[in-house]
Protein backbone atom coordinates (compact mmCIF):
# COMPACT_ATOMS: atom_id res chain seq x y z
CA UNK A 1 0.00 0.00 0.00
CA UNK A 2 3.11 2.30 0.67
CA UNK A 3 4.08 2.18 -2.92
CA UNK A 4 0.59 3.46 -4.75
CA UNK A 5 0.32 6.08 -1.57
CA UNK A 6 2.11 9.09 -3.72
CA UNK A 7 -0.14 8.45 -6.89
CA UNK A 8 -3.09 8.70 -5.05
CA UNK A 9 -2.36 11.86 -3.16
CA UNK A 10 -1.93 13.43 -6.77
CA UNK A 11 -5.10 11.94 -8.10
CA UNK A 12 -6.56 14.14 -5.17
CA UNK A 13 -4.76 17.18 -6.05
CA UNK A 14 -6.01 17.52 -10.01
CA UNK A 15 -8.95 16.65 -8.83
CA UNK A 16 -9.23 19.95 -6.52
CA UNK A 17 -7.31 21.37 -8.86
CA UNK A 18 -9.80 21.16 -11.63
CA UNK A 19 -13.14 21.69 -9.05
CA UNK A 20 -11.53 25.32 -8.33
CA UNK A 21 -10.78 26.55 -11.96
CA UNK A 22 -14.45 25.06 -13.07
CA UNK A 23 -15.49 27.38 -9.60
CA UNK A 24 -13.28 30.27 -11.27
CA UNK A 25 -14.59 30.07 -14.96
CA UNK A 26 -18.40 29.97 -13.47
CA UNK A 27 -17.96 33.05 -11.10
CA UNK A 28 -16.32 35.23 -14.18
CA UNK A 29 -19.47 34.05 -16.25
CA UNK A 30 -21.52 35.53 -13.61
CA UNK A 31 -19.76 38.72 -13.19
CA UNK A 32 -19.55 39.07 -16.81
CA UNK A 33 -23.47 39.12 -16.86
CA UNK A 34 -23.84 41.38 -13.89
CA UNK A 35 -21.23 44.27 -15.97
CA UNK A 36 -23.46 44.84 -18.82
CA UNK A 37 -22.77 48.45 -20.01
CA UNK A 38 -25.46 50.61 -18.25
CA UNK A 39 -26.83 53.20 -21.09
CA UNK A 40 -29.53 56.12 -21.12
CA UNK A 41 -31.69 56.45 -24.38
CA UNK A 42 -34.36 58.67 -25.68
CA UNK A 43 -36.99 58.15 -28.25
CA UNK A 44 -36.59 60.30 -31.55
CA UNK A 45 -39.50 61.59 -34.14
CA UNK A 46 -39.24 64.01 -36.85
CA UNK A 47 -39.26 67.42 -36.55
CA UNK A 48 -40.18 70.70 -38.64
CA UNK A 49 -36.34 72.28 -39.55
CA UNK A 50 -35.86 75.57 -41.21
CA UNK A 51 -33.24 75.09 -42.94
CA UNK A 52 -30.19 77.32 -43.60
CA UNK A 53 -27.66 77.69 -46.23
CA UNK A 54 -24.35 79.32 -44.93
CA UNK A 55 -21.38 80.63 -47.09
CA UNK A 56 -18.43 82.53 -47.43
CA UNK A 57 -18.55 85.59 -48.81
CA UNK A 58 -16.57 88.44 -50.63
CA UNK A 59 -17.10 92.32 -50.89
CA UNK A 60 -17.13 93.57 -54.45
CA UNK A 61 -17.79 97.93 -55.18
CA UNK A 62 -20.94 98.22 -56.87
CA UNK A 63 -19.38 100.16 -59.73
CA UNK A 64 -15.49 100.84 -60.70
CA UNK A 65 -14.37 103.93 -62.32
CA UNK A 66 -10.62 104.08 -64.11
CA UNK A 67 -10.46 107.62 -64.73
CA UNK A 68 -7.68 108.57 -66.82
CA UNK A 69 -7.18 111.03 -69.83
CA UNK A 70 -8.03 109.66 -73.47
CA UNK A 71 -4.67 111.34 -74.93
CA UNK A 72 -1.06 110.82 -73.52
CA UNK A 73 -0.78 113.89 -71.36
CA UNK A 74 0.95 115.35 -68.50
CA UNK A 75 -0.39 115.55 -64.94
CA UNK A 76 -0.36 118.78 -63.48
CA UNK A 77 -2.12 117.77 -59.77
CA UNK A 78 -3.91 114.81 -58.23
CA UNK A 79 -6.34 115.65 -55.60
CA UNK A 80 -7.05 112.50 -54.27
CA UNK A 81 -5.59 109.78 -52.35
CA UNK A 82 -6.07 106.08 -51.79
CA UNK A 83 -8.81 105.50 -48.94
CA UNK A 84 -10.59 109.24 -49.68
CA UNK A 85 -14.15 109.39 -50.04
CA UNK A 86 -15.69 111.40 -53.16
CA UNK A 87 -19.12 112.97 -54.56
CA UNK A 88 -19.81 112.99 -58.02
CA UNK A 89 -18.44 115.74 -59.96
CA UNK A 90 -15.85 116.11 -57.55
CA UNK A 91 -12.25 116.93 -59.03
CA UNK A 92 -9.69 114.37 -59.02
CA UNK A 93 -6.63 116.01 -61.70
CA UNK A 94 -5.75 118.30 -63.91
CA UNK A 95 -3.61 117.84 -66.40
CA UNK A 96 -1.50 120.37 -68.93
CA UNK A 97 -4.17 122.05 -70.99
CA UNK A 98 -1.19 122.94 -73.88
CA UNK A 99 -3.50 122.46 -76.56
CA UNK A 100 -6.91 123.76 -75.39
CA UNK A 101 -5.95 127.30 -77.00
CA UNK A 102 -5.16 125.80 -80.41
CA UNK A 103 -8.86 123.55 -80.03
CA UNK A 104 -10.29 127.14 -79.00
CA UNK A 105 -8.79 129.08 -82.26
CA UNK A 106 -10.14 126.08 -84.52
CA UNK A 107 -13.53 126.66 -82.96
CA UNK A 108 -13.96 130.36 -83.61
CA UNK A 109 -12.55 130.01 -87.01
CA UNK A 110 -15.24 127.16 -87.78
CA UNK A 111 -18.04 129.39 -86.11
CA UNK A 112 -16.80 132.49 -88.37
CA UNK A 113 -17.25 130.58 -91.85
CA UNK A 114 -20.59 129.38 -90.88
CA UNK A 115 -21.65 132.79 -90.26
CA UNK A 116 -20.21 133.71 -93.39
CA UNK A 117 -21.81 131.23 -95.39
CA UNK A 118 -25.12 131.24 -93.92
CA UNK A 119 -24.88 135.04 -95.34
CA UNK A 120 -23.87 133.73 -98.16
CA UNK A 121 -26.79 131.26 -98.51
CA UNK A 122 -29.30 133.96 -97.03
CA UNK A 123 -28.18 136.09 -100.75
CA UNK A 124 -28.89 133.34 -102.69
CA UNK A 125 -32.29 132.33 -101.93
CA UNK A 126 -33.30 136.00 -101.97
CA UNK A 127 -31.78 136.33 -105.36
CA UNK A 128 -34.13 133.59 -106.58
CA UNK A 129 -37.01 134.89 -105.06
CA UNK A 130 -36.73 137.44 -107.10
CA UNK A 131 -35.63 135.88 -110.27
CA UNK A 132 -31.90 136.85 -110.06
CA UNK A 133 -30.35 133.40 -109.37
CA UNK A 134 -30.96 130.37 -109.66
CA UNK A 135 -31.93 126.86 -107.89
CA UNK A 136 -28.39 124.92 -108.45
CA UNK A 137 -26.80 128.19 -106.91
CA UNK A 138 -28.85 127.80 -103.62
CA UNK A 139 -28.21 123.87 -103.34
CA UNK A 140 -24.70 124.79 -103.97
CA UNK A 141 -24.86 127.42 -101.17
CA UNK A 142 -26.81 124.74 -98.72
CA UNK A 143 -24.24 122.17 -99.17
CA UNK A 144 -21.31 124.34 -98.28
CA UNK A 145 -23.16 125.33 -95.07
CA UNK A 146 -23.96 121.71 -94.15
CA UNK A 147 -20.37 120.71 -94.27
CA UNK A 148 -19.62 124.28 -92.19
CA UNK A 149 -21.98 123.48 -89.87
CA UNK A 150 -20.25 119.50 -89.59
CA UNK A 151 -16.65 120.61 -89.30
CA UNK A 152 -17.82 123.64 -86.08
CA UNK A 153 -19.66 120.55 -84.52
CA UNK A 154 -16.43 118.50 -84.85
CA UNK A 155 -14.40 121.39 -83.64
CA UNK A 156 -16.68 121.87 -80.49
CA UNK A 157 -16.33 117.70 -79.76
CA UNK A 158 -12.72 118.04 -79.95
CA UNK A 159 -12.46 120.89 -77.89
CA UNK A 160 -14.75 119.49 -75.47
CA UNK A 161 -12.82 116.45 -75.33
CA UNK A 162 -9.94 118.42 -74.65
CA UNK A 163 -11.23 120.08 -71.72
CA UNK A 164 -12.82 116.78 -70.35
CA UNK A 165 -9.13 115.55 -70.39
CA UNK A 166 -7.33 118.98 -68.77
CA UNK A 167 -9.64 118.70 -65.74
CA UNK A 168 -11.10 115.60 -64.49
CA UNK A 169 -13.65 114.96 -62.03
CA UNK A 170 -15.71 111.51 -60.59
CA UNK A 171 -18.68 110.49 -62.06
CA UNK A 172 -19.98 109.07 -59.28
CA UNK A 173 -19.95 109.10 -55.84
CA UNK A 174 -17.34 106.28 -54.15
CA UNK A 175 -14.40 105.82 -52.69
CA UNK A 176 -10.48 105.97 -54.50
CA UNK A 177 -9.33 103.15 -54.46
CA UNK A 178 -6.29 102.81 -56.39
CA UNK A 179 -3.93 106.15 -57.47
CA UNK A 180 -1.33 105.25 -59.90
CA UNK A 181 0.63 108.12 -60.55
CA UNK A 182 2.06 111.71 -59.11
CA UNK A 183 1.84 115.05 -60.49
CA UNK A 184 4.38 115.57 -63.84
CA UNK A 185 4.15 112.22 -64.74
CA UNK A 186 2.57 111.35 -68.10
CA UNK A 187 -0.30 109.27 -68.32
CA UNK A 188 -0.01 105.52 -69.43
CA UNK A 189 -1.61 102.63 -69.55
CA UNK A 190 -3.35 102.70 -66.38
CA UNK A 191 -6.08 104.85 -65.10
CA UNK A 192 -4.73 107.90 -62.78
CA UNK A 193 -7.57 106.78 -60.08
CA UNK A 194 -10.16 104.34 -59.49
CA UNK A 195 -13.36 104.89 -58.03
CA UNK A 196 -15.46 102.26 -56.37
CA UNK A 197 -19.21 102.89 -55.66
CA UNK A 198 -19.62 101.29 -51.98
CA UNK A 199 -23.32 102.14 -51.80
CA UNK A 200 -24.62 99.15 -52.29
CA UNK A 201 -21.95 97.32 -52.41
CA UNK A 202 -22.22 93.56 -54.00
CA UNK A 203 -21.96 90.43 -51.91
CA UNK A 204 -20.60 87.42 -54.19
CA UNK A 205 -21.37 83.81 -53.58
CA UNK A 206 -20.89 80.30 -54.88
CA UNK A 207 -23.82 78.02 -54.12
CA UNK A 208 -23.41 74.44 -54.51
CA UNK A 209 -25.75 73.00 -57.65
CA UNK A 210 -28.27 71.12 -55.41
CA UNK A 211 -29.65 74.32 -53.87
CA UNK A 212 -30.07 76.01 -57.40
CA UNK A 213 -33.86 75.57 -57.18
CA UNK A 214 -34.45 76.86 -53.57
CA UNK A 215 -32.33 80.07 -54.51
CA UNK A 216 -34.56 83.06 -55.78
CA UNK A 217 -33.83 86.62 -56.59
CA UNK A 218 -35.69 89.33 -54.10
CA UNK A 219 -34.35 86.57 -51.18
CA UNK A 220 -32.99 88.03 -48.27
CA UNK A 221 -29.90 87.37 -46.86
CA UNK A 222 -28.34 87.62 -43.52
CA UNK A 223 -24.22 88.48 -43.42
CA UNK A 224 -22.04 88.76 -40.90
CA UNK A 225 -18.30 89.90 -41.23
CA UNK A 226 -15.34 88.96 -38.90
CA UNK A 227 -14.76 92.88 -38.45
CA UNK A 228 -17.91 93.65 -37.01
CA UNK A 229 -18.28 90.12 -34.52
CA UNK A 230 -21.89 88.90 -34.51
CA UNK A 231 -23.65 92.36 -35.95
CA UNK A 232 -25.98 91.61 -38.99
CA UNK A 233 -26.08 93.22 -42.01
CA UNK A 234 -29.59 92.50 -44.18
CA UNK A 235 -29.12 92.38 -48.08
CA UNK A 236 -31.44 90.97 -51.43
CA UNK A 237 -30.18 88.72 -53.53
CA UNK A 238 -30.38 90.76 -56.79
CA UNK A 239 -28.60 87.77 -59.74
CA UNK A 240 -28.60 84.28 -59.26
CA UNK A 241 -26.07 83.17 -62.39
CA UNK A 242 -27.91 81.17 -65.42
CA UNK A 243 -25.07 78.59 -65.21
CA UNK A 244 -23.07 76.24 -63.01
CA UNK A 245 -19.29 76.12 -63.10
CA UNK A 246 -18.74 72.53 -64.10
CA UNK A 247 -15.60 72.20 -62.38
CA UNK A 248 -16.74 73.32 -58.54
CA UNK A 249 -20.48 72.45 -59.75
CA UNK A 250 -21.91 75.39 -58.18
CA UNK A 251 -23.65 78.92 -59.01
CA UNK A 252 -22.44 82.63 -58.52
CA UNK A 253 -24.82 84.80 -56.48
CA UNK A 254 -24.82 88.44 -56.09
CA UNK A 255 -26.67 90.01 -53.11
CA UNK A 256 -26.62 94.19 -52.83
CA UNK A 257 -25.86 95.59 -49.27
CA UNK A 258 -26.90 99.20 -48.36
CA UNK A 259 -23.84 100.59 -47.07
CA UNK A 260 -24.55 104.46 -46.48
CA UNK A 261 -21.99 104.71 -43.90
CA UNK A 262 -19.45 103.33 -45.55
CA UNK A 263 -18.41 100.72 -42.75
CA UNK A 264 -18.47 97.60 -45.40
CA UNK A 265 -15.26 98.25 -47.71
CA UNK A 266 -14.79 95.99 -50.91
CA UNK A 267 -12.27 92.93 -50.31
CA UNK A 268 -13.32 92.17 -46.80
CA UNK A 269 -14.62 88.70 -46.17
CA UNK A 270 -17.88 87.74 -44.48
CA UNK A 271 -20.40 85.17 -44.45
CA UNK A 272 -23.84 84.47 -45.66
CA UNK A 273 -27.35 82.93 -44.40
CA UNK A 274 -29.67 81.86 -46.60
CA UNK A 275 -33.28 80.83 -45.76
CA UNK A 276 -33.91 78.05 -47.89
CA UNK A 277 -37.19 76.16 -46.26
CA UNK A 278 -38.27 73.99 -44.07
CA UNK A 279 -37.42 69.97 -43.92
CA UNK A 280 -39.32 67.40 -42.14
CA UNK A 281 -36.03 65.18 -40.46
CA UNK A 282 -35.18 63.31 -37.42
CA UNK A 283 -33.83 65.63 -34.98
CA UNK A 284 -31.38 64.32 -31.89
CA UNK A 285 -29.83 65.52 -28.76
CA UNK A 286 -25.81 66.85 -29.64
CA UNK A 287 -25.25 64.33 -26.13
CA UNK A 288 -26.15 61.39 -28.90
CA UNK A 289 -23.87 61.92 -31.55
CA UNK A 290 -20.33 60.31 -31.27
CA UNK A 291 -17.35 61.50 -33.50
CA UNK A 292 -14.95 59.01 -34.74
CA UNK A 293 -11.57 60.21 -34.10
CA UNK A 294 -9.53 60.68 -37.31
CA UNK A 295 -12.31 60.54 -39.71
CA UNK A 296 -14.40 63.36 -39.00
CA UNK A 297 -17.60 61.11 -39.16
CA UNK A 298 -20.55 61.11 -36.98
CA UNK A 299 -22.35 57.86 -35.08
CA UNK A 300 -25.24 57.09 -33.34
CA UNK A 301 -25.72 54.55 -30.64
CA UNK A 302 -29.38 52.75 -31.75
CA UNK A 303 -31.32 50.84 -28.91
CA UNK A 304 -33.00 47.74 -29.71
CA UNK A 305 -33.63 44.23 -27.96
CA UNK A 306 -31.09 44.68 -25.50
CA UNK A 307 -28.64 45.23 -27.93
CA UNK A 308 -26.88 48.60 -29.56
CA UNK A 309 -26.34 49.45 -33.22
CA UNK A 310 -23.47 51.53 -34.15
CA UNK A 311 -24.84 53.91 -37.10
CA UNK A 312 -23.31 56.21 -39.03
CA UNK A 313 -25.17 59.53 -39.66
CA UNK A 314 -25.10 62.87 -41.80
CA UNK A 315 -25.79 66.00 -39.98
CA UNK A 316 -27.70 68.73 -40.72
CA UNK A 317 -28.51 72.21 -39.15
CA UNK A 318 -27.38 72.57 -35.40
CA UNK A 319 -30.49 72.89 -32.92
CA UNK A 320 -29.77 74.30 -29.87
CA UNK A 321 -28.71 71.21 -28.12
CA UNK A 322 -29.97 68.72 -30.90
CA UNK A 323 -28.81 67.78 -34.58
CA UNK A 324 -30.69 67.36 -37.54
CA UNK A 325 -30.29 63.96 -38.96
CA UNK A 326 -30.37 63.78 -43.50
CA UNK A 327 -29.62 60.02 -42.51
CA UNK A 328 -29.05 57.07 -40.17
CA UNK A 329 -31.61 57.49 -38.19
CA UNK A 330 -35.28 56.16 -38.40
CA UNK A 331 -38.48 58.00 -36.30
CA UNK A 332 -39.15 55.83 -33.45
CA UNK A 333 -35.60 55.01 -32.85
CA UNK A 334 -34.29 54.90 -29.23
CA UNK A 335 -30.65 56.37 -29.40
CA UNK A 336 -28.42 56.65 -26.54
CA UNK A 337 -27.59 59.64 -24.74
CA UNK A 338 -25.08 58.72 -21.91
CA UNK A 339 -23.01 55.66 -21.41
CA UNK A 340 -21.54 55.26 -25.22
CA UNK A 341 -18.01 55.16 -23.97
CA UNK A 342 -18.05 51.48 -23.09
CA UNK A 343 -20.38 50.80 -26.17
CA UNK A 344 -19.54 48.90 -29.76
CA UNK A 345 -21.71 48.12 -32.63
CA UNK A 346 -23.80 45.05 -31.52
CA UNK A 347 -23.31 45.17 -28.04
CA UNK A 348 -25.51 43.87 -25.25
CA UNK A 349 -26.70 46.55 -22.87
CA UNK A 350 -28.90 47.39 -19.80
CA UNK A 351 -31.14 50.51 -19.54
CA UNK A 352 -30.76 52.86 -16.42
CA UNK A 353 -33.24 53.00 -14.01
Known amino acids: MKIYLPKIVLF ?6 AS ?17 PIVKVERVENQD ?9 TVDPELINNISSSTPNRIKEIYVDEGYRVAKGQKIATLDDINTTTYE ?25 IGGGTQQAVDQMQLQLTNAQNTLAAAERTLRNVKENTVLVSPIDGIVTARNYDPG ?10 VAQVNPVKIIINVPESELSKVKKG ?13 QF ?32 PGMFGRVKLQLGVANHVVVPDRAVVKQPGSGNQY ?17 QRIGASYELLSGVEPGDSVVVVGQAKLADGVAVELSK
Open 12 to 17: CFILTL
Open 20 to 36: CNNKNEEEKAEGAEETL
Open 49 to 57: VVQEGLYTA
Open 105 to 129: IQVETAKANVANIQMDYDRAVELLK
Open 185 to 194: DMTGALPIVT
Open 219 to 231: MGAQVTFDTYGDE
Open 234 to 265: DGIITMVSPTVDVNSRTFGVEIGLPNKDGRVL
Open 300 to 316: VYVYKNGRVSYNKVELG
